[in-house]
């Protein structure tokens, strides 16, 4: 890709991505065990988070989002919503110490993305 006649403030993993989806909608975007989302998919699923954040949850730009969640398609899907809404991810391994997760979380907003599996760990964690 030449990358002289491209404006540089729109070269960013969102904007590629897109041009991805543009170019290959059907093609397989992320596999994970047997389950797979195609570009299209994937794009479609991200967008929606996106719009969550930013309508119900109002993130703001270069908000931090901590993403606690097992490796897997929600994961992608989480980070490239996170990315689209125009904040910024912090992800947390959900095995990693307490005081490491208390402390990754004291640095972010109000908002944690994770699962159901880790919500209890979590609410525990910032209570």
């Given amino acids: ?24 909608p059907h093609k397989t975007a992320v596999l994970y065990g047997s389950r797979k989302l195609t570009y299209l998919q994937l794009n479609a699923r991200a967008n929606q988070l996106a719009r969550y954040l930013r309508a119900s949850i109002q993130v ?37 110490p307490a005081e490491r997760i208390r402390h990754m979380l004291q640095g972010c907003g109000g908002v944690i ?4 599996s880790h919500s209890l760990k979590i609410q525990a964690l910032i209570e």
């Fill in 113 to 116: 993305l994770t699962q159901t």
């Fill in 1 to 24: 890709m030449e990358y002289d006649n491209i404006n540089t403030h729109r070269l960013n993993l969102q904007y590629l991505f897109e041009e991805q989806v543009r170019h290959s």
């Fill in 60 to 96: 703001q730009p270069d908000t931090l989002i901590p993403i606690v969640i097992d490796r897997s398609l929600e994961m992608i899907i989480g980070i490239l919503g996170i990315l689209k809404s125009g904040a910024a991810y912090v992800p947390i391994q959900p095995h990693f």
